[in-house]
């Protein structure tokens, strides 16, 4: 194999190597988030510590539709307040508007950021693709807790609330 060869394999391996790195980074990235909780992405968990705290938090909804989404889409609540490593259960209610089935994905996010990590959902609607047949309402529970570990944070210290927002999607057919 002559000089040019060799540095044309060596290329060709090298934007392969580019490529499957394109294509990795965002599910990588979304791992990365989920399991840190950075940039405000909730972590998840199959149940509450069982340690709670007598330190209360108040959890904001919000919620958003992207205008492509026909669809009413808002917590049932404005906010609750929360002990530290209590489980609570919140709702948000969905509505569509047309004469036709839609399939919605929900994103979501929490802040301030900082508290991302200890912010732990257990069940969520935004888990999964949600399906809303023509006009039809219904409600969407989320499961959470805040992490007990919050309290060993002095960063956090000063956090009284934490807003979870979910913004639906329609998911293309």
């Known amino acids: 194999m002559n000089k040019n060869q ?8 090298v934007a392969a190597g580019m490529l499957m790195l394109a294509y990795a980074s965002v599910p990588l990235y979304r791992l990365f988030c989920a399991m840190t909780g950075y940039g405000g992405t909730p972590k998840t968990a199959v149940s509450a510590p069982g ?3 007598d330190r209360t938090i108040t959890v904001e909804f919000n919620a958003e539709t992207d205008p492509a989404l026909p669809w009413v889409f808002k917590p049932s609540q404005r906010a609750v307040r929360v002990r530290v490593g209590e489980r609570s259960l919140a709702f948000y209610t969905a509505e569509n508007k047309v004469n036709r089935p839609i399939t ?10 900082k508290a991302g990590s200890y912010f732990v959902k257990i069940d969520c609607f935004c888990f999964r693709e949600q399906v809303l047949t023509p006009k039809n309402r219904v409600q969407m529970p989320v499961s ?11 960063d956090l210290a000063d956090v009284k609330t934490i807003t979870l927002s979910h913004t639906f999607f329609a998911v293309k057919e």
Do not use: E, Q, T, W
Not at 6 to 13: G, I, P, Q
């Open 6 to 13: 060799s540095l044309a394999l060596n290329l060709a391996v």
């Open 51 to 53: 340690k709670i705290l």
């Open 104 to 113: 919605g994905r929900a994103v979501y996010n929490v802040l301030p950021f």
């Open 144 to 154: 959470f807790y805040i992490d007990p570990a919050i309290a060993d944070d002095p």
